[in-house]
């Protein structure tokens, strides 16, 4: 098979002719059709993730069809059309395993990361890992869904707040370009954030009832001149603008971060407690949460926004994404 390989960190992807992998125990080979290029596959190409062992086939969002089974998988069948996700560990030894969740955990098994992703034409996936795509859904469609929309979309769901309730989407990204749709499709008053006057038009097209442009306007102030949001969805990672939010949160609102910002984010205490406010992370999902996430996204109408590579262009691919230059998804097609 051709990969595009991690050979060193902050170098060039390589493209290389390597066996197609086997299947082990409880394993399934997916023939790759389409893998999203995100912001997260930085922690290979740039050597971010403590432990990392290059070299590294990246891709976490990763759909395609069935090709081979390994012993004891008795769930799929080959020829499905599935995908795979950020999975972060399945043994169930520990409760970050037993949650699917891509946290630091000596017996995580995570995409792209500590085992080879989708930046390939064949990988391997726990059958635990593997979700189901829906009839008719695009590979290129659905491949961003399993992390960016899934991500946003569970953060949503998972919210304390109703169909009716204000919600804020902050940035018009990768991420946020989901969320203003999910916001919308879940029935919520749907509030766009973005810097500057010309996001306007197509935050009102993805579905928002409002749009604020942060350069012109406090975003704080105008949230609360509408009630107060009952989430804000922060997806654009700048600390300092994600902890201007919080002063837009109504009563026992939370502020639902998604995006990697890395530098400390000055936040009063006081006014999370004098309104019973709070803030959480929130990272992907499991399995069974990106077959929701997708049966949702086709029922509803929500789709990516995306922009076409072939396997050996994924350095440009990833350059673009990192950039901020991509609308506003990058998927490599085998």
């Given at each position: 098979m051709k990969?595009?390989?991690?050979?060193?960190?902050?170098?060039?992807?390589?493209l290389?002719?390597?066996?197609?992998?086997?299947?082990?125990?409880?394993?399934?080979?997916?023939?790759?059709?389409?893998?999203g290029v995100?912001?997260?596959?930085?922690?290979v190409?740039?050597?971010?993730?403590?432990?990392?062992?290059?070299?590294?086939?990246?891709?976490?969002?990763?759909?395609?069809?069935?090709?081979?089974?390994?012993?004891?998988?008795?769930?799929?069948?080959v020829?499905?059309?599935?995908?795979?996700?950020?999975h972060?560990?399945?043994?169930?030894?520990?409760?970050?395993?037993?949650?699917?969740?891509?946290?630091?955990?000596?017996?995580?098994?995570v995409?792209?990361?500590?085992?080879?992703?989708?930046?390939?034409?064949?990988?391997?996936?726990?059958?635990?890992?593997v979700?189901?795509?829906?009839?008719?859904m695009?590979?290129?469609?659905?491949?961003?869904?399993?992390?960016?929309?899934?991500?946003?979309?569970?953060?949503?769901?998972?919210?304390?707040v109703?169909?009716?309730?204000?919600?804020?989407?902050h940035g018009?990204?990768?991420?946020?370009?989901?969320?203003?749709?999910?916001?919308?499709?879940?029935?919520?008053?749907?509030?766009?954030?973005?810097?500057?006057?010309?996001?306007?038009?197509?935050?009102?097209?993805?579905?928002?009832?409002?749009?604020?442009?942060?350069?012109?306007e406090?975003?704080?102030?105008?949230?609360?001149?509408?009630?107060g949001?009952?989430?804000?969805?922060?997806?654009?990672?700048?600390?300092?603008?994600?902890?201007?939010?919080?002063?837009?949160?109504?009563?026992?609102?939370?502020?639902?971060?998604?995006?990697?910002?890395?530098e400390?984010?000055?936040?009063?205490?006081?006014?999370?407690?004098?309104?019973?406010?709070?803030i959480?992370?929130?990272a992907?999902?499991?399995?069974?949460?990106s077959?929701?996430?997708?049966?949702?996204?086709?029922?509803?109408?929500?789709?990516?926004?995306?922009?076409?590579?072939?396997?050996?262009?994924?350095?440009?691919?990833?350059?673009?994404?990192?950039?901020?230059?991509?609308?506003?998804?990058?998927?490599?097609?085998?």
């Amino acid at each position: 098979m051709k990969a595009m390989v991690v050979k060193a960190a902050n170098q060039p992807f390589v493209l290389e002719e390597r066996p197609n992998p086997q299947p082990g125990r409880g394993q399934v080979r997916i023939k790759v059709h389409a893998c999203g290029v995100c912001h997260s596959d930085s922690f290979v190409a740039q050597g971010l993730w403590p432990g990392l062992q290059l070299p590294r086939i990246t891709g976490h969002e990763v759909a395609g069809t069935i090709d081979a089974l390994g012993d004891d998988v008795t769930t799929f069948k080959v020829g499905e059309r599935v995908g795979v996700g950020w999975h972060g560990g399945h043994d169930g030894t520990c409760p970050a395993c037993m949650r699917g969740k891509f946290i630091h955990c000596e017996h995580a098994m995570v995409t792209g990361i500590s085992a080879d992703g989708g930046y390939a034409e064949y990988m391997v996936a726990p059958a635990v890992a593997v979700a189901r795509l829906p009839e008719g859904m695009p590979f290129d469609i659905a491949a961003p869904l399993l992390c960016a929309g899934v991500t946003t979309f569970n953060a949503l769901r998972r919210s304390n707040v109703r169909p009716g309730d204000v919600v804020a989407i902050h940035g018009l990204g990768g991420l946020g370009h989901l969320g203003v749709q999910y916001a919308r499709a879940m029935g919520f008053d749907t509030v766009a954030i973005a810097r500057g006057p010309d996001k306007a038009d197509f935050a009102h097209q993805l579905g928002a009832r409002f749009y604020i442009d942060s350069e012109r306007e406090d975003a704080a102030k105008v949230l609360q001149s509408l009630g107060g949001a009952q989430v804000i969805l922060a997806t654009a990672p700048s600390a300092a603008a994600i902890a201007s939010m919080v002063g837009g949160l109504g009563i026992e609102g939370s502020l639902a971060i998604v995006a990697a910002a890395f530098e400390p984010m000055p936040i009063s205490g006081v006014d999370l407690l004098t309104h019973d406010q709070r803030i959480q992370g929130w990272a992907s999902g499991t399995a069974a949460d990106s077959t929701d996430a997708m049966a949702f996204s086709q029922r509803m109408g929500v789709k990516p926004m995306i922009e076409k590579f072939p396997l050996d262009q994924a350095q440009a691919a990833y350059e673009r994404m990192m950039s901020g230059k991509a609308r506003f998804r990058a998927v490599l097609e085998m």
